[in-house]
């Protein structure tokens, strides 16, 4: 992750640097953004509000939805209350980041 991306190795699965756009006038993964510190994230946007778990739980319905994977197989590691999160994802990493490769590319 990084420099080099939003994702990096995990056991069992990848870590996915995340930026959350909550009530967002649609739900989707929007693509790459750097953030100041220098990092790379991958900003989504979701229509549900930032509480009870709303916004979260809406960003792991889109990302397993288009990971083609249970929802279960994703957990937030860091950020529960943040727009910057951390997720691990369970599952075989070269599959999962050829399904996020159409949002990874435009890196700058």
Do not use: C, F
Not at 21 to 45: C, F, H, M, N, W
Not at 101 to 106: E, F, S, Y
């Amino acid at each position: 992750m990084g420099s080099a991306g939003p994702i990096g190795p995990r056991s069992g699965g990848i870590a996915l640097a995340v930026l959350l756009q909550p009530r967002a006038s649609d739900s989707r993964i929007v693509g790459i953004e750097r953030a100041g510190d220098e990092t790379y994230r991958l900003k989504v946007r979701v229509t549900a509000a930032p509480s009870e778990g709303e916004a979260n739980q809406a960003l792991i319905r889109l990302l397993a939805k288009t990971l083609g994977i249970a929802p279960s197989r994703i957990g937030i590691a860091q950020g529960a209350a943040d727009r910057r999160k951390l997720l691990h994802i369970e599952g075989e990493p070269a599959l999962l980041e050829e399904k996020l490769r159409p949002w990874l590319k435009g890196r700058s």
